[in-house]
């Protein structure tokens, strides 16, 4: 895996020499393509080491939790093949290309719209039947809480609960 990188680290690393040192269009377009070859496979291996389709890349054996959570050295290796594709549409878009522009236009609005995604969830207070619970759990619980006979949830918590099933 590590070695894999590694070699996707050179590709794009003589791809960006390659379209700085150039002269002539086509050598140039050969560069960029392969920088966003390079920066597309960075962003694929990160979500699927994030994911844990992939072994975490590392130097030598390391422990890691065994679980479903993500794994953060995912998303640093997506991020650097995000940066690099940030970096060969910008050079498109500076070389006169069109589809240099509407790339990074499509990136930012992309990030634009990832971040909040990204963000964690506020967990419900409530725990109803996708929580596991049973109707006639949910209704001890919410009957063991209310000051009334007939179920209903005290009138501090009654904004983020839903109503009893009968």
């Not at 990160?46 to 590392?58: D, Q, S």
């Not at 063991?144 to 007939?150: H, L």
Request: aromatic letters at 8%; hydrophobic letters at 55%; a positive charge.
């Amino acid at each position: 895996m590590l070695a894999a990188l590694i070699v996707l680290g050179a590709l794009a690393i003589g791809g960006f020499v390659g379209a700085s040192a150039t002269t002539r269009d086509s050598t140039f377009g050969m560069s960029v393509a392969l920088v966003g070859v390079a920066a597309l496979a960075y962003v694929a291996m990160g979500a699927l080491i994030a994911v844990g389709r992939l072994p975490v890349p590392a130097w030598s054996w390391a422990r890691t939790p065994i679980g479903k959570r993500w794994r953060p050295q995912g998303f640093a290796v997506a991020l650097l093949g995000a940066v690099a594709i940030g970096w060969d549409l910008l050079a498109a878009a500076g070389a006169g290309y069109r589809w240099g522009t509407i790339g990074l236009e499509a990136l930012l609005l992309l990030s634009i719209v990832a971040v909040p995604l990204a963000r964690r969830w506020p967990r419900r207070e409530w725990m109803g039947p996708e929580a596991g619970l049973t109707r006639r759990s949910a209704a001890h619980l919410t009957s063991a809480s209310a000051d009334s006979a007939d179920g209903a949830l005290p009138p501090e918590d009654a904004s983020d609960a839903e109503p009893p099933q009968r």
